[in-house]
């Protein structure tokens, strides 16, 4: 027996209601829309600063969002004192790629623009000591650029919810 199944969604600013009928009965729910959260205004009306903001952090939410895994599991190979591994090696250099790609990221607030230049520089001795397969400078250096990660993160989780 075929069902003659009709679902319509109407949607205003405020909700949006869902209508389901069969040939028995109708079933609605309303659903309340989140009003925007953002305190930046619409695009059009961004000054060149505010547009400067969204992209950087849209920009730097990339970021962080690839670093999140190999972050992870390099952290967990420190950690069992497995340097040099063919595990090692292919989030190492997943690491140092995403990571390089932060230098792009032009955010106007110049805390975060110091921290990211902190990051790098611990990266790049990073990626130096990992080039040279100089596993106790690599354990220092790795220690080095978790430091200077999580001094961004510490001050921007705490104050500000971001990344």
């Not at 004192?81 to 790629?97: D, R």
């Amino acid at each position: 027996m075929n069902k003659a199944i009709t679902v319509s969604i109407s949607i205003s600013l405020l909700a949006m209601t869902v209508s389901c009928k069969d040939h028995k009965q109708e079933q609605t729910a309303q659903v309340a829309i989140p009003a925007p959260t953002s305190s930046l205004p619409e695009k059009d009306e961004m000054t060149p600063e505010q547009k400067r903001l969204k992209e950087g952090n849209k920009r730097l939410g990339w970021v962080m969002q690839d670093l999140d895994i190999p972050e992870y599991k390099l952290d967990k190979l420190h950690k069992n004192g497995e340097l040099m591994t063919e595990s090692y090696i292919k989030y190492a250099i997943e690491i140092v790629k995403v990571a390089k790609t932060a230098k792009a990221v032009d955010h106007p607030d110049e805390k975060l623009t110091y921290f990211k230049n902190e990051m790098l520089a611990a990266l790049a001795k990073y990626e130096e000591a990992f080039q040279a397969k100089d596993t106790e400078k690599i354990k220092t250096t790795w220690t080095t650029l978790k430091n200077a990660c999580s001094a961004c993160h510490k001050e921007y989780r705490t104050s500000s919810g971001g990344y």
